[in-house]
């Protein structure tokens, strides 16, 4: 009898262990660098939002992208095989679902979820594009040297993809986009009445976007993008526009950053790439790879891109 008990309950343990196996959440976003610890506005809001609902999780510094080709991106149950969740929203969604995060009809109203949903747009579809298309599209070299990017992802290769793949990849999206067909002062003023409409609806007398006493999504989301213009050491147009107009935008994001990222500092500074952390085989071939390291990259790439066309493209009509 004891005996029965006994195993009853090392199987409840185990499969308990088993379900919390699963859930265990693994957010892959770029090696932290300075000032402003990230360079991906998309992971800085999944990290927030992780952080302001309390998610176990563990952060995963890479290069390694998901299988669509993007960071950040989550995996659940295990760090190398587990499901992958490829985009920051989508991932959102999962982990709401599966952590019973408290933004739901009860505590956030239809229209609180709208508008979230309308600033989370706004600022990736429309806000970051133009920010893209300045700090890559125009200035990338002060982009990688200002960021060390070639220090912290630990490769001189990214830093060269950056500095030769970057600019035109970035132009030509913008001019499809239809952004790059203004003249750049008229680009400016589109992102400009983003951060003006951010700012409008923040007012003075609010601390976060949805009113409340404690940061939600909608906050995440702005701080992952302003914390681009305003910390990245670069002359964004942006920054100046939010530095004399939306005073109260400045204000939002020092308070944010002191509320949910006390580690901000010690993360800036902090060097790690995963991809490079464990294989000291490789160590010396990236130590070695100053000839030839475009080649090899373009050639990993190739692959990857090869391997994400076939899935992406599945169905289609070619
Ligand atoms: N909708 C995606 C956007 C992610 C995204 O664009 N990430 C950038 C880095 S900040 C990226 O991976 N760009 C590479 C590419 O688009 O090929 C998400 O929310 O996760």
Request: aromatic residues 12%; proline residues 5%; charged residues 30%.
């Given at each position: 009898m004891s005996t029965s008990t006994a195993s009853t309950t090392n199987d409840n343990d185990n499969e308990n262990q088993d379900q919390e196996d699963k859930k265990k959440v693994f957010v892959f976003n770029f090696p932290p660098v300075p000032h402003v610890y990230s360079i991906c506005p998309f992971g800085l809001k999944l990290e927030s939002f992780c952080r302001i609902n309390e998610i176990p999780h563990e952060t995963i510094w890479t290069t390694?992208?998901?299988?669509?080709?993007?960071?950040?991106y989550c995996r659940f149950?295990?760090?190398?095989t587990g499901e992958e969740i490829p985009d920051s929203n989508l991932s959102l969604d999962r982990l709401k679902q599966e952590f019973r995060v408290s933004e739901d009809a009860v505590t956030v109203s239809a229209a609180d979820r709208a508008l979230t949903h309308l600033i989370v747009r706004m600022l990736e579809e429309h806000t970051a594009q133009i920010g893209f298309y300045y700090r890559y599209g125009l200035e990338v070299p002060k982009f990688v040297e200002s960021l060390e990017i070639e220090d912290r992802f630990c490769r001189p290769v990214y830093a060269q993809g950056f500095l030769h793949g970057l600019p035109d990849a970035i132009k030509d999206k913008a001019l499809k986009r239809g952004i790059a067909r203004h003249p750049e002062e008229t680009i400016w003023k589109f992102s400009f009445d983003d951060l003006q409409a951010l700012s409008d609806l923040l007012g003075?007398?609010?601390?976060?976007f949805l009113g409340g006493e404690s940061p939600t999504l909608a906050d995440c989301a702005v701080f992952g993008h302003l914390a681009q213009f305003l910390w990245i050491p670069m002359d964004f147009p942006q920054k100046q526009y939010l530095k004399e107009h939306c005073p109260n935008l400045v204000q939002f994001m020092e308070h944010f950053r002191a509320r949910v990222w006390p580690d901000w500092e010690e993360l800036c500074n902090t060097k790690h790439n995963d991809k490079y952390a464990h294989a000291d085989a490789d160590a010396d071939t990236i130590n070695n790879n100053t000839k030839g390291e475009n080649d090899f990259k373009l050639k990993a790439d190739k692959k990857g891109g090869e391997e994400k066309k076939d899935e992406r493209t599945e169905g289609l009509d070619k």
């Amino acid at each position: 009898m004891s005996t029965s008990t006994a195993s009853t309950t090392n199987d409840n343990d185990n499969e308990n262990q088993d379900q919390e196996d699963k859930k265990k959440v693994f957010v892959f976003n770029f090696p932290p660098v300075p000032h402003v610890y990230s360079i991906c506005p998309f992971g800085l809001k999944l990290e927030s939002f992780c952080r302001i609902n309390e998610i176990p999780h563990e952060t995963i510094w890479t290069t390694n992208v998901s299988k669509y080709g993007t960071l950040p991106y989550c995996r659940f149950g295990d760090k190398e095989t587990g499901e992958e969740i490829p985009d920051s929203n989508l991932s959102l969604d999962r982990l709401k679902q599966e952590f019973r995060v408290s933004e739901d009809a009860v505590t956030v109203s239809a229209a609180d979820r709208a508008l979230t949903h309308l600033i989370v747009r706004m600022l990736e579809e429309h806000t970051a594009q133009i920010g893209f298309y300045y700090r890559y599209g125009l200035e990338v070299p002060k982009f990688v040297e200002s960021l060390e990017i070639e220090d912290r992802f630990c490769r001189p290769v990214y830093a060269q993809g950056f500095l030769h793949g970057l600019p035109d990849a970035i132009k030509d999206k913008a001019l499809k986009r239809g952004i790059a067909r203004h003249p750049e002062e008229t680009i400016w003023k589109f992102s400009f009445d983003d951060l003006q409409a951010l700012s409008d609806l923040l007012g003075d007398d609010k601390t976060y976007f949805l009113g409340g006493e404690s940061p939600t999504l909608a906050d995440c989301a702005v701080f992952g993008h302003l914390a681009q213009f305003l910390w990245i050491p670069m002359d964004f147009p942006q920054k100046q526009y939010l530095k004399e107009h939306c005073p109260n935008l400045v204000q939002f994001m020092e308070h944010f950053r002191a509320r949910v990222w006390p580690d901000w500092e010690e993360l800036c500074n902090t060097k790690h790439n995963d991809k490079y952390a464990h294989a000291d085989a490789d160590a010396d071939t990236i130590n070695n790879n100053t000839k030839g390291e475009n080649d090899f990259k373009l050639k990993a790439d190739k692959k990857g891109g090869e391997e994400k066309k076939d899935e992406r493209t599945e169905g289609l009509d070619k």
